[in-house]
Each structure stands twice: as structure tokens, then as C-alpha cells.
């Protein structure tokens, strides 16, 4: 199946993606009035599961939140839908997009009343992540963070990270990495962490970030297995004296930085570290999709017994 053939979701009702359609006065459309989230999905030990899934809907519950658009869905309806959309598409690995706009309204910014929210869902296939980025690392570029003070919404307004992964390609790198009044905040599409003398260091969370998935499970990791790790301001010149620097996202799991603006990070190579927490995550992976399994069957076990 190509991701064209797809099934999506939206409104309620399961049609073929290609047929899809949302009214151009949608206010996802017009302002950008719409929360997103993106959810891995890969087959360990011969099970699809999408990793950590319930966090993800926990965030977007946050976003809507923030945006004050009401949510039409429990975690719990969610994860159902969620479930199904993965059952519906024959790929191992999968990332499935999920957005939620305010809905169709006569265009006026301020909030339309009694307007139902707009539910999108659909997925495509997932690839393997180049095992040259893994075994070589990427490079990166610096830039002024010139986004708006609420990154911490996962907003469909993704203009300002549209225009600083354009800065990279541009550049012949793989990411932009964002500086705001000369300390780190994160990258076009990813966290971003470094390894200093064996501990693990993060931006602290704030307006100015998305709280990641993926690097919020990194640090439990850390602290898991005893790896050093603080959250705290970190300046420009310490990404250059790092010695290992890292990506994060749902999407790149974790990925080593190995140049930043044309110069070697730390030997230029991926560092042991990077590779210690590669090991400690795909284990979390196995461990996810057994707890996943386990919901399904116990889904089912209710569903006969209703």
C-alpha cells in the first residue's frame, strides 16, 4: 500500500485520504488555530506499537488547554482510535499525525461560538532511521530563535521552524539548532541535549521549548540507570565544548550531533554515551510495546465479556 492509498479519520468518519476534504474557512486553515501531535509507531518483537502514546495525548491535552479549544476525546478514546488506525494500514513502522483546529467559522479572529473542532487522523509509512546518522552522526547549523514565546503549545503555526529547517537545508545541514538571547533553546524539529564530563544536560522547560516526548523519556532513562543529568540554562558557548551533543524527537529517536556550524563536535564521531542510551531506548521500546499488547488484550478480554 502507498501512503496515498491510505484510510484517515476525520469528523468521525473513516475515509480514503485522498478523499478527504476540510472547507477552505476552516480556522486551521485560515489562522493556524490548531494543535498537532505525531506518534511513532514500529513493530518490536513482531508487535506494532507507537511509543508512549499515552504522553503524547497528554500533551495534546495541554496544548488544547493552552489554546482553550476543547478536546472531543479522552486519553483512553484516543488510544482507541489510535489502535484502530494502526490496524487499518499494513506498514511496521508508522508515524501517525493527529490535528485538531477549532473548526469552520466565518472568518473573525476571535473564537467562534458553538463551533465544533475539526479531528484529523492519518498515517504513513515510518523509515528506518539512516544508519548512517547513527553510525556517523548529523550536522547542524546555529540561528537566532526568532519564533513567537509560546513553543510550548504544539501548534500547527510552524511557520518559524518551516523557515529554520530551510536554514539548514541551505546550509548543507541537517538541523538548525536555535539560540535565544545567546543561550540554547532547541532545534527546528527536535530537543536538543549535550554530554558534559559524563553528564547529561538539558535546557530547563519553559515557554520557550516543546516538552518532548522523546527527551523527557531520555531523561528518565538517565536517571533510570544512574546517568548524571540536570536541566538547566545553557549558553552558546558550551555547545561548542561539549562533548557529545544529541537530537531528540518522536520521529529520530535520539541522534548524535557530530559538527555544529562546520566544526567537529567532540571527536567528530557519535560518543559512547549516545550509544549507551540507543541501547537503553530500544529496550523502553520492548517494554512499551508489552504494555501496549497487554491494553489490547485486555480491550478485548471486556469487549467479550460486555
Known amino acids: 500500500m502507498e501512503w496515498t492509498e491510505a484510510t484517515c479519520y476525520l469528523n468521525g468518519e473513516w ?14 486553515f485560515i489562522f493556524g488555530d490548531g494543535v498537532y501531535e505525531v506518534i511513532p509507531v514500529d513493530t518490536v ?27 472531543p476525546y479522552s486519553v483512553e478514546q484516543w488510544l482507541d482510535l489510535l489502535d484502530e488506525i494502526i490496524d487499518r494500514h499494513p506498514w511496521p513502522r508508522q508515524s501517525v499525525y493527529l490535528q485538531l483546529t477549532r473548526g469552520v467559522a466565518r472568518r473573525d479572529h476571535a473564537f467562534p461560538a458553538g463551533v465544533a473542532p475539526t479531528v484529523f487522523v492519518n498515517t504513513s509509512p ?17 540561528h537566532a530563535d526568532e519564533r513567537w514565546l509560546h513553543c510550548d503549545i504544539k501548534s500547527t503555526s510552524l511557520l518559524g521552524n518551516v523557515l529554520m ?18 543561550f540554547l533553546t532547541e532545534a ?4 536538543v541535549m549535550l554530554i558534559k564530563d559524563g553528564r547529561l544536560c538539558a535546557p530547563l522547560k519553559s515557554v520557550e521549548i516543546l516538552p518532548g516526548i522523546t527527551c523527557d523519556a531520555t531523561y528518565e532513562l538517565a536517571r533510570r540507570h544512574g546517568l548524571p543529568s540536570e536541566v ?9 565544548s561539549a562533548d557529545e551533543l544529541w537530537l531528540s524527537s518522536s520521529g529520530r529517536e535520539v541522534l ?32 512499551e510495546a508489552l504494555r501496549w499488547v497487554e491494553r489490547r488484550s485486555g480491550r478485548a478480554r471486556d469487549a467479550r465479556a460486555a
Open 45 to 71: 518483537d513482531g508487535q506494532r506499537a507507537p511509543y508512549r502514546a499515552r504522553a503524547h495525548f497528554e500533551r495534546l491535552q495541554r496544548s488544547c488547554d493552552a489554546i482553550r479549544l476543547t478536546n
Open 165 to 182: 529547517k530551510q536554514y539548514a537545508s541551505e546550509h548543507r545541514a541537517f538541523e538548525t539548532v536555535m539560540l535565544r538571547n545567546g
Open 256 to 287: 548524535p550531533i557530530t559538527e555544529l556550524d562546520g566544526r567537529p563536535v567532540g571527536e567528530g564521531l557519535p560518543g559512547p554515551l549516545f550509544q549507551q542510551m540507543r541501547t537503553w531506548l530500544q529496550a523502553d521500546k520492548r517494554a
Open 126 to 142: 515510518w523509515a528506518e532511521i539512516p544508519a548512517e546518522q547513527i553510525e556517523h552522526g548529523v550536522a547542524v547549523v546555529t
Open 15 to 28: 475515509r480514503p485520504l485522498a478523499e478527504a476534504t476540510v472547507p477552505v474557512l476552516d480556522r486551521g
Open 188 to 191: 527546528s524539529s527536535a530537543n
Open 232 to 240: 538547566r540554562p545553557i549558553a552558546a558557548a558550551e555547545l561548542h
